[in-house]
């Protein structure tokens, strides 16, 4: 690729990340004419469907048989996802969400071979973290107003206030788990690693964001990057030091705002504080028994699920679940799909986990030997990110949420590129065959990206039309699933008649 290329190549990432940050963390800012929750999802819709019509065309221009190999777990999985919602294609808009999780997870497995391949995983990297790091800063900023403007209201409960933006506190919770690790990177790598104000901007931003991760109790956060830190520790033994180092840092600076800001001045102002307990037994016995219904459920048809969005639809089949409250997801990635679309569906996945930790132990390997590319702590700060990310799937809806999925998709793009093998590309001799195939793939899922984008669309204006009758008939109040009232369709005897 010219020079004139990857100028423009760094461009059009640059613009997109920063559309995609913005849109996840300043939605409340932006003139929208739908919900911030269901702008970003048509923003991933559109992404994905982008990043899978453009990228098949460069990967059959390519015309690499490595290439092929590497993108054949993903194409698998993208495939079961259809394969096993079939049986249910009579459902309404029964096509949506496969297409939503097929895309996704073959787009980032796609993207990140194609950046590996070109060489930009280095230089995109980079680009992300500091354009996380502006926003991130920012965001930190306008939730100091809003602490502010709370306690001059005179109102102890700050965290019914922060964090903002979002239609659940779960919501940003998913977002900080991804982005979190990422932080001390921002110090470590580029060309701004020396500058003083940088470092203070970016300290400043990882206070303020685990500042927010303790006051709103954000457990599986926690938990996450907890566990992320230690696959790095263990498996990149001392090249994680320096990471580690100021990751350390920042938990105490956060630690420290936390007692300042919600303990300590609140004592000050109030009788008494308002903190929220990270040991909420009622939330932790409530997901029990989700998981339980969603474990039952995956052995009814088994092995090959109940069909897509079942879990909204499904007749319940514990007794314990029917009387506890009830979400649109049973808060377990893992089990959802495995509900929803069988075990076929998680080996398909575990088998792209393989190829992943497979990728990942040879760079290791390599750069033990010697980082000539510079990517040791690039690699250590994202696999902690996916990591944490992974481990929260399973306790939350981190694979689900618009806003989520939509920073995960850069954060795993750049993690398959950091792991994928370094290959020199060979110039391209194309033939009369390699371009028209290539030219047909594109036109085709171009074709198939406009028709998914249109059931979208569709799929919204019926939930749009059912929210008339929803919020008089179902005392849930909202269960964001697909879209921000995402409790449809639901079983016949909930859904209601519009006059």
């Known amino acids: 690729m010219g020079l004139g290329l990857l100028k423009v190549s760094n461009t059009i990432y640059g613009v997109v990340v920063s559309l995609v940050i913005v849109s996840v963390l300043f939605a409340d800012f932006l003139p929208l004419l739908v919900s911030g929750y269901d702008y970003q999802r048509f923003i991933l819709v559109v992404l994905l469907a982008s990043v899978v019509s453009v990228g098949i065309v460069m990967l059959l221009f390519e015309n690499d048989g490595e290439a092929y190999r590497e993108v054949g777990p993903a194409l698998l ?22 297409a939503l999780f097929a895309a996704f997870f073959f787009a980032f497995v796609l993207l990140g071979t194609l950046t590996k391949r070109y060489a930009q995983q280095g230089p995109w990297v980079v680009l992300f973290v500091y354009i996380f790091v502006a926003t991130a800063f920012f965001y930190g900023a306008c939730t100091l107003l809003v602490y502010i403007f709370v306690l001059s209201d005179r109102v102890s409960a700050i965290s019914s206030y922060i964090p903002w933006g979002f239609a659940n506190i779960r919501y940003w919770s998913h977002i900080a788990t991804w982005l979190i690790p990422l932080l001390p990177l921002a110090v470590l790598i580029g060309p701004l690693k020396h500058k003083k104000l940088w470092h203070v901007i970016v300290a400043l931003s990882a206070a303020s964001w685990w ?203 750049l993690f398959w590129a950091l792991i994928s093998p370094q290959k020199l590309r060979v110039p391209v001799r194309f033939s009369f065959a390699t371009v028209a195939a290539a030219l047909l793939a594109g036109v085709l899922f171009g074709v198939l990206s406009c028709y998914w984008v249109r059931d979208v669309t569709a799929y919204h204006q019926a939930m749009e039309a059912d929210e008339l009758i929803y919020y008089e008939s179902q005392p849930n109040g909202t269960m964001p699933r697909f879209w921000v009232h995402g409790n449809y369709p639901r079983p016949l005897s909930q859904m209601g008649k519009l006059d």
Do not use: C
């Open 211 to 413: 500042w927010v991760v303790f006051l709103s109790a954000s457990r599986g956060t926690i938990l996450g990057v907890l566990f992320g830190s230690g696959v790095v520790i263990i498996t990149m033994g001392r090249l994680s030091f320096p990471w580690l180092k100021v990751a350390l840092r920042y938990l105490v600076y956060g630690l420290t705002a936390w007692i300042v800001l919600s303990i300590l001045v609140p004592s000050l102002l109030f009788d008494g504080i308002n903190v929220r307990s990270f040991k909420n037994q009622a939330s932790i016995e409530v997901r029990a028994v989700q998981a339980s219904e969603a474990w039952e459920m995956t052995l009814e048809n088994f092995p090959f699920g109940s069909g897509p969005q079942s879990w909204l639809t499904h007749e319940i089949i514990t007794e314990k679940y029917r009387d506890a409250p009830k979400y649109a997801h049973p808060h377990n990635m893992y089990l959802m799909w495995a509900a929803e679309y069988g075990w076929l569906l998680i080996v398909a996945l575990l088998l792209l986990v393989g190829q992943a930790v497979r990728n990942f132990w040879a760079r290791r390997g390599e750069l033990f030997v010697g980082d000539r590319y510079g990517l040791a702590l690039p690699l250590v700060a994202v696999t902690s990110s996916v990591s944490a990310a992974l481990v929260h799937a399973g306790v939350s809806s981190v694979f689900l949420a618009p806003g989520s999925m939509l920073v995960g998709f850069i954060v795993l793009s």
């Open 77 to 98: 999985l993208a495939v079961l996802f259809f394969v096993l919602a079939i049986p249910f294609r009579d459902a309404p808009h029964n096509w949506v969400e496969p």
